[in-house]
């Protein structure tokens, strides 16, 4: 079948939802979206995609569903629930959840939902919301082979890194892994910039320096020139990268293993939320070091004002 022809179902239009669909248009589908708060839903309308009205809605009219939403309630109500997917769905329909959820929820999800014969895909991302702008997400694949090979062109309208990462859950748990080394290195950068800021070198100077060695990242090239003016508009909300912890510390509970720096950087997200920037971009962390230090940004703002 050629796959323009699928009916492309979208659930979930944040900050990665609505850009994401966009990149579907542009690849010539014409997709059925829903969202809780209606403006998204209006915009894309006026794009090219056509009204949902509830998931059960979207469903019944789709081949494919993909939900892109914040945690594991939202899409365990979005796709068991009342009016739910499950509800609308026809025999064959492809679930595609984009949510970064547990692992274990999505493995009972899915033999839930493949007693319905509903097939699925847990396909979480990274690369933000201007690897969503873009279409340059990473995109990690976990479920039957044969579904990912079906997806595959519908996954290209939106990354550029597809990868099929084993049986359902796969995709879940190297999600995982990535935001274990994400939280980390925003860590290691706010302790870069403030050490090297408290003592007299222009935070400009240490991402420079930083981004041309062995310590060069992708966190670096993205957010340290935003952390330097501390512009923490949301990429990634540091409330959604701390959900992403808490489920990294029970999955490694759940398998024996320890990790504990992440426990130490789960903290100190906690710290960050329970201060009330949990809508900040999560690489304000920073300001979590900061205040640890006595600095409260004072040292990198003024070489900012310098400059």
Do not use: W
């Amino acid at each position: 079948m050629e796959n323009r022809k699928y009916q492309i179902g979208f659930i979930g239009l944040g900050i990665m939802g609505k850009p994401m669909v966009k990149n579907l248009i542009k690849a010539g589908h014409q997709p059925i979206v829903f969202n809780r708060s209606p403006a998204p839903v209006d915009e894309l309308v006026g794009e090219g995609a056509r009204r949902g009205t509830s998931a059960k809605n979207v469903a019944e009219q789709s081949d494919i569903v993909i939900t892109m939403l914040p945690d594991t309630p939202d899409v365990e109500s979005v796709v068991l629930g009342a009016d739910g997917i499950i509800e609308g769905a026809r025999p064959g329909l492809l679930l595609i959840d984009m949510s970064t959820i547990s692992p274990v929820a999505t493995r009972e999800i899915a033999s839930l939902v493949r007693a319905k014969n509903v097939r699925i895909l847990d396909a979480p991302v990274s690369g933000g919301d201007k690897g969503a702008v873009s279409g340059t997400l990473s995109i990690m694949v976990g479920g039957e082979k044969r579904d990912f090979e079906e997806a595959r062109p519908i996954f290209e309208a939106m990354g550029k890194t597809i990868v099929h990462c084993g049986d359902i859950g796969s995709g879940q748990i190297v999600k995982a892994c990535n935001q274990i080394v994400v939280a980390v290195v925003i860590e290691a950068v706010s302790e870069a910039l403030t050490l090297g800021s408290a003592a007299g070198v222009a935070p400009e100077v240490i991402v420079e320096v930083l981004s041309g060695g062995l310590a060069q990242t992708r966190v670096m090239d993205l957010r340290g020139p935003t952390m330097i003016r501390h512009n923490f508009e949301p990429g990634f909300k540091a409330k959604l990268h701390l959900k992403d912890l808490k489920i990294i510390l029970g999955t490694a509970d759940k398998y024996g293993v320890k990790l504990p720096v992440t426990n130490i950087v789960e903290k100190m997200f906690t710290d960050l939320v329970k201060s009330g920037k949990g809508d900040l971009d999560h690489s304000a962390l920073l300001t979590v070091i900061e205040e640890m230090s006595g600095s409260f940004g004072s040292k990198i703002k003024a070489h900012e004002t310098k400059g």
